[in-house]
């Protein structure tokens, strides 16, 4: 199994640009979730799909953060401007099924805005 | 919503000691509760998990207690060894799944 596919792993943009991360969960896992990793605010959900529909975007920091899921094996995160304090590292998880069980989680992609 | 504390910060220990982590939840509704080890670079990996039904868990040199009434659960470490070195975060979900993350403990395991 290819565990779940993160790219890009690393970007560094200019303040303003727009940035798009995405991600390829595991096959056959029908929840899907991204979460963003700093020193200072630690791992906090943004926002969580069960089959393709969001099922709670409250983690999302402001209307500059979009997130889709068109199909079961891809889901974008889109930061539209992007600013400085959106540096940080983003991870998605996938995990077969909607009751509360084992996530497992991509390598991230390391997201610097000048 | 689920509020997650981690003590402590940060774990200094000699090789072959035991390290302890420690977390307290709010939320009364919450059933499971994983514990995920994070190496550099890496994305957090699930080493063990409880749910609200078991008070306590072991696999080899792990093992997970659960207190549901004082709502803390705490990971033992026995027997450290340099490749536990890592950062270890406990979490804490509701039937929903949605995971709360505590802010993470930095073992650092000594030879």
Not at chain 2, 18 to 44: H, M, R
Request: with cysteine; net charge negative.
């Amino acid at each position: 199994d290819a565990g779940v596919i993160q790219s890009p792993r690393h970007e560094v943009t200019e303040m303003g640009q727009e940035v798009t991360l995405r991600c390829k969960p595991i096959s056959g896992h029908n929840s899907l979730f991204w979460y963003r990793q700093t020193m200072m605010r630690g791992l906090e959900l943004l926002i969580y799909f069960n089959n393709n529909v969001p099922i709670d975007d409250s983690g999302m920091p402001e209307d500059r953060f979009s997130a889709k899921m068109p199909n079961a094996s891809f889901s974008t995160l889109k930061i539209q401007p992007s600013e400085p304090r959106d540096s940080a590292v983003y991870f998605c998880a996938s995990r077969r099924g909607q009751d509360a069980g084992e996530l497992f989680f991509g390598e991230g992609s390391r997201l610097t805005v000048l | 919503g689920e509020n997650v504390e981690q003590h402590p910060s940060t774990l200094s220990v000699q090789e072959g000691d035991s390290a302890v982590i420690k977390c307290t939840y709010s939320d009364s509704a919450s059933n499971y509760f994983p514990w995920y080890k994070q190496e550099l670079g890496k994305g957090p990996q699930l080493i063990i998990d409880i749910r609200s039904n078991v008070g306590e868990k072991k696999d080899q040199r792990i093992a997970v207690t659960l207190n549901k009434t004082a709502k803390h659960f705490s990971l033992h470490i026995t027997e450290t060894q340099p490749e536990d070195s890592a950062v270890y975060f406990c979490a804490a979900s509701d039937s929903w799944g949605k995971l709360q993350f505590g802010a993470g403990t930095q073992v650092v395991v000594t030879p």
